[in-house]
């Protein structure tokens, strides 16, 4: 019963982790359209920095001891599939970094990226969460 506690916890945990991951470079997005100093500026330096650190960074941590609980209790670090899995979740834990370090370029007025390039980085989330849920589900290997 303990198993199904904690998938239900690691379930929870990764669509917080998501909800953020996809809307944190939709922020960007916007915030890259305000002027520099603008009382929308600070606004979206606000917000960047709350669902960061109010919601992605733990919901980041859950899903990672959640997992690896599950992995070890489960047996699944011997299967092919969980090894694919994983590198997409490596692949995820550095996104949520590069999107870390660029909410730091943002309320230090540094970024230097344009609207387009945050668009583009919105898909990547994406691209890896299907990826993700794919492999946990079918098990395909």
Known sequence: MLYEWIKALHILAVISWMAGMLYLPRLM??????????????TFKVMERRLLKAIINPAMGITWLAGLWLVWDGGWYASGWFHAKFALVLAMSAMHGFLTARVRDFAQDRNTRSARFYRIANEVPTVLMIGIVILVVVKPF
Request: charged fraction near 15%.
């Open 29 to 42: 997005v916007y915030h890259c359209e305000a002027p520099t100093g603008s009382p929308q500026s600070e």
